[in-house]
């Protein structure tokens, strides 16, 4: 993980699939589980909802808060 990976979960949009347009760090634990399970897409997208996953499975989604713009 690189530090600006995190300011990345709260600026980057999901580009494919059920949710489209919405930020990283917004999508359902159900949908990152399910990637998880599956197996991650390669790229930069991929390494960010591994990185979403682990911190939504961990609970630590309050991290991203401070992050996030205004």
């Known amino acids: 993980m690189q530090p600006e990976d995190l300011q990345l979960l709260v600026t980057r949009e999901m580009p494919f699939g ?6 990283i760090a917004d999508l359902p634990g159900d949908y990152l589980g399910w990637f998880a ?3 991650f897409p390669n790229g930069e997208i991929g390494r960010l909802l591994a990185l979403m996953y682990e911190i ?13 713009r205004k």
């Open 37 to 39: 399970r599956k197996g």
């Open 18 to 23: 059920k949710y489209q347009g919405r930020l």
């Open 56 to 68: 939504d499975h961990n609970n630590l989604a309050a991290l991203l808060v401070p992050l996030r």
